[in-house]
């Protein structure tokens, strides 16, 4: 039972364009979302959160969108950037904390040159 | 300032031994969580823990798997009797308050033959 949803297992985006990563879930008592990013033989690295109470939160070039009706959130990063080639993971908490997290299967992003 | 610290890096263990994950917190963080990612998969958890108590163990399996974190020294996880399924990658995290974003380490590659 997947909880947490990442459609896309992959996206390449232009170095300078908007990467745009989505997340999807089905549990109604996760309040607080988070975004990791790992680099290949590196443990996961935190990026970005968002709790239900609010549909947006920016850090610099990151910025989350949450739309809870939906049950959707999303990832963009402007401008893309050759070091962000990563793969994101999307994850979940019902605590209101970023205790015990559910993790999405993650989205591998390629920015090109 | 370091990190999450796990070792070993790599872990190659014959079906039916025994397997010992090592995790040291980071400075200052008495809160450890265990996740386990499996190929094509997110990470899931399993196990939390502060000093000497365990608080969720609701995503670990029921048999074979233990873990601990004692008043001193690192977080342990402990696999008896391997088998080919348990091979996984397997992530440390740490916390200061058991609510902040977690600080993953880079993790053990178990391998079980």
């Known amino acids: 039972d997947q909880q947490v949803k990442q459609n896309s297992p992959s996206l390449s985006v232009q170095e300078g364009r908007i990467s745009i990563l989505n997340c999807d879930y089905t549990n109604s008592m996760f309040d607080y979302f988070l975004w990791y990013k790992k680099y290949p033989a590196e443990g996961p690295t935190f990026l970005i959160s968002i709790s239900s109470i609010k549909d947006k939160n920016e850090d610099g070039r990151f910025t989350v969108f949450l739309n809870k009706s939906a049950k959707h959130l999303s990832l963009h990063i402007v401008p893309s950037q050759p070091g962000d080639s990563a793969v994101y993971f999307c994850a979940a908490s019902a605590t209101g904390t970023a205790s015990k997290l559910t993790f999405g299967t993650g989205t591998r992003l390629q920015v090109t040159l | 300032n370091a990190g999450v610290m796990q070792n070993p890096r790599h872990l190659v263990r014959r079906r039916g031994q025994e397997a010992r994950l090592r995790c040291s917190p980071m400075k200052g963080h008495s809160h450890v969580y265990w996740y386990r990612q499996l190929p094509e998969e997110g990470l899931k958890f399993m196990v939390y823990l502060q000093k000497e108590n365990i608080i969720d163990e609701s995503g670990m399996p029921k048999e074979r798997f233990s873990a601990e974190f004692p008043k001193e020294g690192p977080s342990i996880l402990r696999i008896q009797q391997v088998v080919r399924g348990d091979s996984a990658a397997y992530f440390c995290?740490?916390?200061?308050?058991?609510?902040?974003?977690?600080?993953f380490g880079n993790g053990t590659r178990l391998t079980v033959t």
């Open positions: 995290a740490s916390s200061p308050d058991g609510t902040s974003p977690l600080h």
